[in-house]
């Protein structure tokens, strides 16, 4: 087992008054006196050299025992062991004031050999050695087991961190910053492998970071061979545990490449180069990690150290060292959680492309039906990302405070996009209903009436030839019959005009019984047979409800029918199983049609409160594109200026979130959009 034994050790003796103990000088001797400077000198000799280990015997009397112990007891432990040896120069040897007998290796008396005091300083020595060896043994040992617990919880967080963190160029630098941090090292590399338009595989340089320079380098992508570190690495899956770039193995056939070193003024020594690996074994990328960093004279030991920042080229000798060898398994298990979690987060992209897709393409296949509305999903998800984002830059008035998060921008846009989804469902005829009857039934209804038309005419023409036979008595009847067609057929033509007019929709509130109650009247009195003789109906039952249609051009249960797309997108829409993250898409396009003053559908919620933020600009957003679209049949597009004037009176009414709606048109948002 390789003991860590990176200290100079420096032997000495100090002796206080009694210069003579020892005569030969094998090692550094101070003769002071028991003072201050005493403290002062064994703190001079310790900041002497940094790296030094002091293993020192002090000479001293019993009067001076417990004086020195007290000094000694003041100083660096870490870095200073002692051994006393007590010289009573008195016949009786005195060791009423020895308390305590560790660090004592001998009591004597001044007057013995020469030998016998070499012999005492060589025991005294060896007792230290013997205890600093154990020291250091005791404090490798307790810092290989701190290291083990440190990369232990290092690899948890790790994998925490990386699990947690979906977008790829964030992962990137999550992935070199913490395996820098865990080894200490002050620069970084990451390559990915990709494949060309051949199909040919190549490095692609992708991101880097350097604690001691500000080195800026673009993504470059390289050929796969085994002439460059990173290339060898992602050719054969091998770790390349490098103790100096300046000084590779000759038979290597990878080569260091000194460019950024000299453009930088950096000097790049130890490496440690790992192959990311998926779980099918495949190499998918290399982690480069340049110079660990150790700092002897500090507390900072290998991941502490990364912050350390490298000036000089002293810093570089003093402070870089090889990477441990313990770094090698644990920056291959970093590389293979990273592996793993870039597949997940490029995997999740794509997902999340593929589903973003299939939805917009299931909308424009929706939206397609109805020429009209086409687009109308699209724009409304861009509108209200658009509010959205302009809250997020908003710092003044009562939504500085909201902001919206990427996630929620998303979940925002996805609700948005399916809102009419529901649409789906619903009559496509209901939709393009441009007037009060269907194209169909006022072809029907004016037929009936051009039908009315010629039985009047017929009817007439009948009664007048019968009584042509007897010519002259009956003038007077003839031509009162003539009048009385005239004016049944001015009828017929005058009805069938109002019909066409009533048929437009409305947009008042005008109640247009008034105008159909003459003319039930006066239809039910025309008589009208088909073909087969029976009485004909002229207006149906569903024209008249259809033609009493007091605002637009639909009838009650159409409106309903209309209505209910909201509650089927919410159906549909809660059928999806979304992540957690976009758990309120089925609630916000449940209520894009909602008022603030109740008067929306499908619940009549009354109530800012009881809304969402989002849904609530999801309404602004679907009543602003509903307006100025260019593209309803049934309804021309409204000129911008009105457009906007309507919404903020929808807004005064209580209708619309006046909050929202002021974003909307003092951020002209319309601008962009349109
Ligand atoms: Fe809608
Ligand atoms: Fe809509």
């Known amino acids: 087992m390789e003991m860590e034994n990176k200290h100079k050790i420096k032997k000495i003796i100090v002796s206080t008054k009694c210069t003579s103990f020892c005569g030969e000088h094998w090692h550094d001797q101070y003769d002071i006196e028991i003072s201050q400077s005493f403290k002062m000198t064994l703190e001079y000799i310790l900041e002497q050299d940094k790296r030094n280990v002091i293993l020192t015997v002090l000479i001293i009397t019993p009067e001076e025992y417990e004086q020195v112990f007290q000094l000694m007891n003041t100083l660096d432990y870490s870095r200073i062991y002692y051994q006393l040896v007590i010289v009573d120069n008195n016949e ?8 305590r007998l560790y660090h004592i290796s001998d009591i004597t008396g001044g007057n013995i050999s020469d030998s016998k005091k070499k012999f005492i300083i060589d025991k005294s020595f060896s007792i230290i050695e013997k205890y600093f060896k154990n020291e250091q043994r005791k404090k490798w040992f307790h810092n290989k087991l701190m290291d083990s617990q440190n ?14 963190e979906k977008d790829l160029d964030n992962l990137l630098r999550l992935i070199l910053s913490l395996s820098k941090k865990i080894t200490g090292a002050d620069a970084g590399s990451i390559y990915l492998v990709e494949k060309d338009q ?3 595989k190549r490095l692609r340089f992708k991101y880097s970071h350097t604690q001691s320079r500000d080195i800026p380098i673009e993504e ?37 490449n000194p460019y950024i070193d000299k453009e930088y003024n950096y000097i790049s020594r130890s490496m440690l180069v790992v192959p990311m690996k998926n779980h099918r074994d495949e190499i998918i990328g290399v982690i480069q990690l340049i110079n660990s960093k150790e700092d002897l004279n500090s507390s900072a030991h290998g991941n502490e150290a990364y912050l350390m920042v490298l000036k000089t080229k002293e810093d570089f000798d003093n ?15 970093i590389a293979g959680q990273a592996a793993v979690a870039m597949e997940n987060s490029q995997l999740i992209h794509q997902i999340q492309m593929q589903f973003e897709e299939f939805v917009k393409a299931s909308i424009s296949a929706i939206e397609s039906r109805d020429p009209a509305t086409s687009g109308h999903s699209f724009r409304v998800a861009n509108i209200c990302l658009e509010i959205a984002k302009e809250i997020n830059r908003t710092s003044t008035g009562p939504l500085a405070e909201t902001t919206f998060s990427e996630n929620e921008l998303k979940e925002l846009e996805f609700a948005a996009l399916l809102h009419d989804f529901g649409k789906v469902y619903i009559d496509l005829n209901i939709f393009k209903k441009a007037k009060k009857l269907f194209p169909q039934d006022l072809e029907n209804l004016i037929l009936r009436l051009d039908y009315l038309y010629r039985f009047t005419e017929l009817k007439f023409s009948k009664k007048i030839n019968n009584l042509r036979g007897d010519l002259s008595n009956n003038r007077n009847k003839i031509k009162a019959l003539w ?36 003319i039930l009247r006066d239809i039910t009195q025309l008589e009208c047979e088909s073909t087969t003789g029976d009485k004909m109906q002229i207006l149906t039952e569903e024209n008249i409800t259809n033609l009493s249609i007091r605002k637009g051009s639909l009838n009650a249960m159409e409106r309903k029918e209309i209505e209910s797309h909201v509650t089927e997108t919410y159906n549909f829409v809660s059928k999806i199983p979304w992540p957690p993250e976009y758990a309120n898409i089925p609630e916000i396009a449940l209520r894009h049609h909602e008022l603030l003053d109740g008067s929306g559908y499908p619940d009549g919620i009354k109530g800012k409160e009881l809304l969402t933020l989002q849904s609530r600009i999801m309404t602004v957003a679907d009543i602003f594109d509903a307006l100025s679209a260019h ?14 004037a309507i919404i903020e009176e ?8 006046s909050d929202v709606v002021k974003i909307f048109i003092d951020r002209k948002i319309y601008e962009k959009v349109l």
């Open 151 to 164: 990369d232990q919880e290092d690899l948890i967080n790790i994998g925490k961190s990386l699990s947690a």
């Open 650 to 657: 929808e807004a005064d009414k209580g209708k619309l979130d």
């Open 319 to 333: 402070y870089v060292v090889t990477f441990d060898h313990r770094y090698d398994s644990l920056l291959q298990a």
């Open 198 to 200: 051949e199909d040919h």
């Open 220 to 256: 470059f992508t390289m050929e796969i061979n085994k002439n460059s570190i990173s290339g060898y690495v992602a050719t054969t899956g091998e770790v390349l545990n490098i103790p100096n770039a300046y000084d590779l193995d000759p038979l290597a056939p990878y080569s260091f």
């Open 92 to 99: 009786e040897l005195n060791f009423n004031n020895i308390k």
């Open 631 to 644: 593209d309803r049949h049934y309804k021309k597009s409204v000129p911008l200026e009105k457009c906007l």
């Open 483 to 518: 009048s009385q067609e005239y004016t049944e057929l001015n009828r017929i033509s005058e009805i069938k005009n109002e019909i066409i007019s009533l048929n437009e929709p409305a947009y008042s509130e005008i109640d247009p019984t008034e105008r159909l109650t003459p």
